[in-house]
T-cell receptor, first 115, second 112 residues
């Protein structure tokens, strides 16, 4: 069964460093998303992306964050200068279409620890 | 601020019983509703979705939606220890590529 894959599974970084989280969405999907979940808290939306553009972003997704689809398969989330509060599990998701009824499928996540 | 509310639990049910998980949402414009299961340290896994008022059944799972009451529920019949997990209710707005808003989840424990 097709799945969303994320690398790395764990990332440890020093505060102020840049990190790039990588995702390979399901191959025929067109809409891509990043969510995050701080330990013990709810899953929070960060950004949605379609046709090489951001469709929607949350208040969390400030200037320190960026997304890119550098080639036909990868979808990346970059955090330019990490803060302690960026420590969380980051989930990539994709969907075939962007309609309201469309199902989102999540990757296994990258656990980011900022020291 | 759109809210999705769930009782955090834990909800403890004996093996073989019916587990009933509830969720309320604040935005009347919400159109589609999803239940995800999340094991500790793992990603959300979609188990049910519902768009229309009423019941929708899939195997041991039944989702129920009442838009007038802004209420969605998930019933798990013949609960198994492997069903022990956190169940996340998620609500999606209208619009293209619209985001899912998640509740905090209800932790379900199925006891032997």
């Amino acid at each position: 069964e097709p799945e969303v894959t994320q690398t790395p599974s764990h990332q440890v970084t020093q505060m102020g460093q840049e990190v790039i989280l990588r995702c390979v969405p399901i191959s025929n999907h067109l809409y891509f998303y990043w969510y995050r979940q701080i330990l013990g808290q709810k899953v929070e939306f960060l950004v949605s992306f379609y046709n090489n553009e951001i469709s929607e972003k949350s208040e969390i997704f400030d200037d320190q964050f960026s997304v890119e689809r550098p080639d036909g398969s990868n979808f990346t989330l970059k955090i330019r200068s990490t803060k302690l509060e960026d420590s969380a599990m980051y989930f990539c998701a994709s969907s075939l279409a962007g309609t309201t009824n469309e199902k989102l499928f999540f990757g296994s996540g990258t656990q980011l620890s900022v020291l | 601020q759109k809210e999705v509310e769930q009782n955090s639990g834990p909800l403890s049910v004996p093996e073989g019983a019916i587990a009933s998980l509830n969720c309320t949402y604040s935005d009347r414009g919400s159109q589609s509703f999803f239940w995800y299961r999340q094991y500790s340290g793992k990603s959300p896994e979609l188990i049910m979705f519902i768009y229309s008022n009423g019941d929708k059944e899939d195997g041991r799972f039944t989702a129920q939606l009442n838009k007038a009451s802004q209420y969605v529920s998930l019933l798990i019949r013949d609960s198994q220890p492997s069903d022990s997990a956190t169940y996340l209710c998620a609500v999606r707005d209208t619009g293209t590529a619209s985001k899912l808003t998640f509740g905090t989840g209800t932790r379900l424990q199925v006891t032997l």
